[in-house]
């Protein structure tokens, strides 16, 4: 009798071990919201000024950005996955810049918004851990003016509880997305390579 208890040891174990592992596969699955008043979006473009000896960078933010990341039980990108940016409110330092870009670069009265739909998220821990850092890569798909293209962001993502703070970049050419170059008064050159920045507060909703 002894002998026969002792063979269902393995087996109890290893159906431990399973129930385990499946309810840490149910913790996985998660909905992380964009937290609209920390998170801000940017573009720097490399210019040339007249009057000036050097280069500098024409940045413009906008914190209207929303959307969410939907994480399936193996921690990948699901259905419902999005983030959106309203173009027609960013802003930099030069009015006529702005209205440049509004008007010709993006044509914001026809295309108002920008969308990136995640696909993979290589090399991020499943579960998301409660606190630490981790390198991002964010792998995906981005649309402007009606052109889609694949993208990949680089970044740190810092996890604290149920917030998950993301800080990325990407970069690309006007003509990947089929856009106007801008030619802008007292700019004597702008450089051919976009650089989009993201900070990002992420709060768990379910």
């Not at 960013?90 to 810049?97: A, K």
């Amino acid at each position: 009798m002894h002998c026969r208890r002792m063979r269902w040891i393995p087996t109890l174990v290893a159906l431990l071990f399973l129930g385990q592992a499946a309810l840490m596969a149910v913790a996985a699955a998660a909905n992380f919201e964009i937290v609209l008043s920390a998170s801000e979006a940017r573009y720097r473009v490399r210019e040339q000024l007249a009057g000036l000896n050097f280069p500098n960078d024409a940045i413009g933010t906008t914190k209207s950005i929303s959307g969410m990341i939907v994480l399936d039980t193996h921690g990948r990108p699901a259905p419902g996955s999005k983030i959106t940016v309203d173009l027609r409110t960013l802003r930099s330092d030069e009015g006529p810049r702005d209205n440049y870009l509004r008007q010709n670069t993006l044509t914001t009265a026809t295309f108002p918004r920008a969308e990136f739909v995640p696909r993979e998220l290589p090399g991020l821990p499943n579960p998301l851990p409660r606190s630490g850092q981790a390198n991002a890569q964010i792998l995906g798909d981005m649309t402007l003016r009606n052109v889609t293209r694949p993208v990949t962001w680089n970044g740190v993502a810092e996890f604290g509880g149920d917030t998950v703070r993301l800080q990325a970049a990407t970069a690309f050419k006007f003509a990947e997305f089929e856009l106007t170059q801008p030619r802008i008064f007292r700019v004597l050159s702008i450089d051919d390579n976009i650089r989009l920045e993201v900070d990002l507060t992420l709060r768990r909703a379910s």
